[in-house]
């Protein structure tokens, strides 16, 4: 399952290298004046995984600050450390940084791997590292994720239910085909048991119930079929969360663009704080 991440490296990335040349010397430097996207790693378990952190130009120690963490999708995979900036919430910000008054943290998954079981872990742990770096506001922490990471959004939120504040999956999905085994590698048990449960739709939602979200999906896309937001959607509102939910009508795989340049998105997600029930 490939989001246009591929396709769209050689022209978004380039850009993005005004941002990154200057900073790439600061890796793992404990210096918290320097702005932009800055290139850091994080050992899980004995394994360096390189991430990166984008820090507004506007940030400083004197106030606490929110935190999304951001899952990028199969055709940003790799060990680089750069690609999941150059497609989804990372071009965003490139294009219009007044936008976004929040750190971000994008973390990788290597080829073959997806956002489940050790990778999910190394996520929350470049997360958990960057609040431990910047000033920020724990009630505050977002998660967001397209295709792959869309997956990685309802994965990450089930796992760790009580991080969050409220997340944005985009054209995501719960249940794994059995086709797709070779690509994204062997499923861990908690994965598993989502799968084999009678309805996995309902045995996450009923754990992110509490979560405020907001899901986009293309009402053509080809890859992940709209039908899995859908569903997730229902089991949602029979459970009385608080959802929101736009279906992009005439747009296939590439939801995110229009999800992450809507106008309202970003202040409905900076205005939630994590609950306390």
């Known amino acids: 399952m490939r989001t246009l991440g591929t396709t769209l490296l050689a022209l978004s990335l380039l850009p993005g290298l005004v941002l990154v040349v200057s900073t790439v010397r600061a890796q793992d430097c404990s210096c918290t004046t320097q702005a932009g996207f800055l290139l850091r790693t994080v050992e899980v378990n004995g394994q360096k995984h390189r991430y990166q952190v984008y820090v507004p130009a506007e940030y400083t120690p004197d106030r606490k600050w929110p ?112 086709t797709s085994r070779s690509f994204f590698g062997e499923l861990p048990p908690e994965q598993q048991e989502i799968q084999s449960a009678e309805d996995p739709y309902r045995k996450v939602a009923e754990r992110i119930k509490h979560l405020p979200i907001w899901v986009f999906h293309g009402a053509d896309d080809p890859v992940v079929p709209v039908e899995a937001s859908r569903r997730m959607v229902e089991a949602l509102k029979a459970l009385g969360a608080q959802v929101q939910y736009t279906e992009y009508n005439g747009v296939g795989h590439n939801a995110w663009d229009p999800a992450y340049a809507e106008a309202e998105l970003i202040p409905w997600l900076l205005a939630h704080q994590r609950s306390k029930e």
């Open 67 to 178: 935190v999304i963490l951001f899952l990028h999708g199969a055709g940003e995979r790799g060990t680089d450390g750069f690609k999941p900036t150059a497609v989804g919430i990372g071009q965003a910000v490139r294009l219009n940084p007044e936008r976004f008054s929040a750190i971000i943290v994008f973390p990788q998954v290597p080829p073959g791997r997806a956002w489940f079981g050790e990778q999910a872990k190394v996520a929350m742990a470049a997360l958990d590292a960057v609040m431990a770096t910047y000033s920020v506001d724990p009630d505050r922490v977002y998660l967001t994720g397209l295709s792959m990471g869309g997956h990685g959004t309802w994965y990450v939120a089930y796992q760790w239910p009580d991080r969050f504040a409220a997340i944005v999956p985009i054209c995501g999905f719960i249940v794994f085909p059995e």
